[in-house]
Structure formats: C-alpha cells, structure tokens
C-alpha cells in the first residue's frame, strides 16, 4: 500500500500502528470492503497518515437511495 502524501508504504500493520489502533483487523476491513466505515477520529487519521483527504477515502454516496436497474419487460407472444 502506497503512501501518497510522503511516498513511504505501508502495510494493513504498519498502517494501524502509525494511526494508534491496538488491532490491524479494521484496516485490513476497510480495504476489503467488508468495513465500508469507522469512527471519525480513525477517519481522520487514516487520511493524515496517507495524506489525503478523508474524502477520498471515505467518499459519499452520490444518491441516498441507489438506482436499480430498469428490468425488461416482454410483450406477451
């Protein structure tokens, strides 16, 4: 994993010690996707340790309520 900000890499452990945490299991969540989020304070230090921005970490939603797929409809034969 790369370090954007100072070009340093890191690894999931590396990463959750430099921000403080006791434990890598959430880093190594959150870049699997199975954590989509955490508390602000580990928000914001994940993002000062990689400089960046926490948004482009943690980007929003574009829409609150995702759009589904229009499913198609036959004509009865």
Known sequence: MDHPGRGTP???RT????IGL???SLVGHLL??????CDQDVA???AGAVGVAVLVLFAPPS???PIEPATEV????
């Open 15 to 18: 990463l959750a010690d430099a």
């Open 22 to 24: 006791t434990h890598h």
């Open 74 to 77: 036959k004509p009865p034969s």
């Open 32 to 37: 699997s996707g199975r954590t989509k989020d």
């Open 10 to 12: 890191y690894t999931i």
């Open 63 to 65: 829409s609150p309520d």
């Open 44 to 46: 914001h230090a994940l």
